[in-house]
């Protein structure tokens, strides 16, 4: 990847972090109740130190905000907005929340001018121009965020604010004409500003990466909010490149029948959640499973993500291709498992007939998906050596703090690749023996996807050969604390000679909750110690389950997928932190001005 991406990438990460979670339904309505009452009674009272202010800030509550609000939301919620994917009750109570607010801020502002400058209307203006700020913020989040057709944009934009205004003149019990122009040319100043900065930020996306920003907030909202995979999936296609990617395949076969499998996909499960390839790696192990009745790991291949795929039919097309997989030349013999430290970075190798099975990892160091190019590098080097096959685990089992997306160095790259070799080296020296090979998996209960733990569980491959007992532990989650993987070695070390802790990567614990990462690392938000007794139970049934064994490999190449790119996601990426920064620069240059043109009708008046 180019630097200029990787910072990009690093920046875009951190803004999970951005996302919130709306409390329930009735507690929007205390907080809304809460809000006006305490809200208006300071605002009378400021004007009217009195029972009679505090009287009239009860009564302005429940006439003018909370009943006509709730009223309304519930009967635009079945009327106008019913068929919208997003913009359900406890939304529109969270924007009517928000509207209370803005009234509250606008009403003391307003006292406190009427107290200040003794004018006599100043609150009674103020209150009057909220409905003109609510006019304004429905347009905005009902523009942004839900796919509704204009016709009902615009009435689900102004029912509401013409109820408020009417139960304010109800309160006030005042009609004057003058009053309803001046609502109307300060709504259409704040409207017309706030078209503007749609547009504005809509044409960043445009200029990025071909589509407008807004439709992609709408598609990330329908996924994070509702778990759609369309319409996100469907711009991921139209923005992405055709690639052909494979996947390393060992089948692991015992005196009656297929005992285990390992899968190594060269694609990356991302973006996040249920988007593209984020539940690859379940895919492929439920698709395996049903099928062979075999227990199925599938460790993270060489891949970032550039190499993500667009939507769940790639994803299909890949899985489809891995059933078809004739197992048919199965070898009897395998390599003791060698290992090889460089300091900055670790590797192992083992064959399995003429294959060699490599891992590398920088742990205990922090880090993420190892570049493409450096497991190019080390399949030419195993070619040079005389490997006939050469298939790679980025054992992806460690990384730091939450705001750290660690990117590796040009050393780093390079020790990966030399520490490869020289495990690739020091196998090769090793004798070809009959092996024995045992397997067990185990899906703890009380583990859940929101503590970064996949359903695809904890899978222990247990290999014999001769006097050593070599362990692969492949655990379904993206990446590791750093530390935790030498805990878990030392935790085996007792019953096997060797030992390497992998992760899937799968991505479908990323982007469901609001934690700064935006996902949970392996052993990050679960008791080590527990996690630990369950590695250590199913590695233990795994090696007591060993037996002759036969192993079977291949690599399914597949032709012409479609992933999202480098390039695009390098733009994506881009634009997700681009549209942050850019909003932040022009909302005060757009809506300050606004604002002082919109209050001048009032001032004349």
């Known amino acids: 990847m180019a630097e200029n991406k990787k910072i990009y990438l690093t920046k875009a990460v951190r803004h999970y972090g951005s996302l919130f979670t709306f409390p329930k339904y009735w507690t929007l309505l205390l907080l809304l109740l ?45 009327t106008i907005t019913r068929t919208d994917m997003i913009f359900d009750l406890k939304r529109s109570a969270s924007l009517s929340l928000a509207i209370c607010i803005v009234w509250i801020v606008i009403m003391t502002v307003g006292s406190i001018l009427q107290f200040l400058l003794q004018s006599p209307q100043a609150l009674y203006y103020a209150t009057f121009f909220s409905v003109c700020a609510t006019v304004a913020m429905r347009f905005l989040v009902l523009s942004t965020v839900t796919h509704l057709p ?21 309160f006030w019990n005042h009609w004057p004409t003058q009053i309803l122009g001046a609502v109307l040319a300060s709504s259409t100043a704040l409207v017309i500003a706030t078209q503007i900065f749609i547009h504005l930020v809509n044409k960043q996306g445009e200029l990025v990466v071909g589509i407008g920003a807004i439709p992609l907030l709408r598609g990330f909202l329908a996924n994070w909010l509702e778990d759609f995979t369309y319409p996100l999936e469907g711009y991921f296609e139209k923005l992405g490149t055709d690639a052909d990617v494979s996947v390393n395949i060992f089948a692991f076969r015992g005196q009656s029948k297929l005992k285990a499998m390992m899968v190594i996909p060269n694609i990356h499960p991302g973006p996040f959640r249920n988007l593209g390839s984020s539940d690859l790696p379940g895919m492929i192990q439920r698709s395996l499973e049903a099928k062979f009745a075999a227990v199925t790991a599938v460790p993270h291949g060489m891949s970032g993500h550039e190499l993500d795929l667009t939507s769940q039919p790639q994803c299909d097309r890949v899985v489809r291709e891995i059933l078809r997989t004739d197992l048919s030349s199965f070898s009897a013999r395998a390599s003791k498992l060698v290992r090889v430290d460089t300091g900055l970075a670790k590797a192992t190798c083992q064959f399995f007939g003429e294959t060699a099975l490599v891992t590398v990892t920088c742990a205990p160091k922090s880090m993420e998906d190892i570049p ?29 703090g939450a705001k750290e997306v660690p990117v590796l160095s040009e050393e780093e790259e390079r020790e990966l690749v030399s520490a490869a070799e020289k495990a690739l ?55 590791m604390v750093s530390g935790l993987r030498d805990k878990i070695i030392q935790a085996l070390s007792d019953r096997f000679d060797e030992c390497e802790v992998l992760t899937t990567d799968t991505h479908i614990v990323n982007a469901i909750g609001t934690m700064e990462r935006g996902y949970y690392p392996v052993g990050e938000a679960v008791d080590h110690e527990r996690l630990i007794s369950h590695i250590k139970g199913v590695a233990v049934k795994a090696v007591d389950s060993a037996e002759r064994a036969e192993v079977f490999y291949t690599r399914v190449q597949v032709s012409k997928v479609r992933v999202i790119g480098e390039e695009k996601l390098a733009n994506l990426s881009m634009l997700i932190d681009l549209t942050f920064s850019r909003t932040k620069c022009i909302a005060p240059l757009i809506y300050i001005p606004a604002i002082v043109v919109a209050m001048l009708p009032f001032l004349f008046m």
């Open 150 to 170: 204009n016709s009902k944009l615009i009435l689900s934009t102004i029912t509401q604010p013409i109820v408020l205004l009417a139960s304010n003149m109800v």
């Open 425 to 479: 080296k020091s196998a090769l020296r090793e004798e070809r023996q009959h092996f024995l090979m045992g397997v067990a998996k185990v899906v703890p209960s009380e583990f859940r996807v929101g503590q970064g733990m996949g359903p695809g569980g904890i899978v222990a491959l247990a290999v014999v050969v001769g006097r050593q007992r070599s362990l692969y532990v492949t655990i379904d989650g993206n990446n």
């Open 372 to 400: 493409l190019e450096v497991g190019e590098e080390i399949m030419r080097r195993g070619e040079q050596l005389g490997v006939e096959q050469v298939a790679i685990i980025d054992a992806h089992n460690s990384i730091g």
């Open 34 to 78: 809460l809000t006006g009452l305490s809200g208006s009674i300071i605002a009378f009272t400021m004007i009217r130190p009195s029972l009679e202010g505090v009287f009239k800030g009860l009564i302005f509550t429940f006439q003018v905000l909370f009943l006509p609000i709730t009223i309304i939301d519930i009967i635009s919620r079945e």
